[in-house]
């Protein structure tokens, strides 16, 4: 992970207020080299699920998966607080989910119709768990 990723990463964490209790859990990224990137992607699933495993609602992002402006994640955040869900949000690794995890997960939602690193993708949904809390906190971040 470059280092600017992990310090804009840091910066949006810094500012989520504790009781968010969010934290980023990395999987090890699985040789590609030695095997096809479905086995790859099946191995990564495995481990995604087993990680993920005491959380009650799965949300997957994907190029196929709906797009979310930045009010309704703010929206989706604040009904998980209501509901007292521990969510697990999952990006793939270089070869996108399986489709294991993606017919697990409750919500599958596209983040840009754009390809982005996976190092990129992490930075922008942080960036958004961030600007949802500071639309329901009235912060004066998000700008219409």
């Given amino acids: ?22 934290t980023i859990t990395s999987l090890e990224s699985q040789n590609r ?44 955040i604040e009904s998980w607080q209501l509901d007292g869900e521990n969510v697990a949000l999952f990006i793939g690794g270089p070869d996108g989910l399986s489709s294991e995890v993606k017919q697990k997960c409750h919500q599958v939602w596209g983040l840009s119709n754009l390809t982005m690193t996976h190092s990129m993708a992490r930075l922008l949904v942080v ?18």
Avoid at 33 to 58: C, G, R
Avoid at 127 to 144: V, W
Wanted: charged residues 25%.
């Fill in 1 to 22: 992970m470059p280092n600017w990723i992990n310090l804009g990463i840091e910066h949006y964490q810094k500012q989520l207020p504790s009781y968010y209790n969010f």
């Fill in 33 to 76: 080299k030695s095997s096809s990137s479905e086995n790859s992607k099946n191995l990564e699933a495995k481990l995604l699920l087993e990680v993920a495993s005491d959380s009650t609602l799965l949300v997957a992002f994907d190029e196929t998966g709906t797009q979310k402006t930045s009010k309704q994640i703010s929206k989706s």
């Fill in 127 to 144: 960036e958004q768990i961030y600007r949802g809390y500071s639309l329901l906190n009235n912060r004066p971040y998000h700008r219409e």
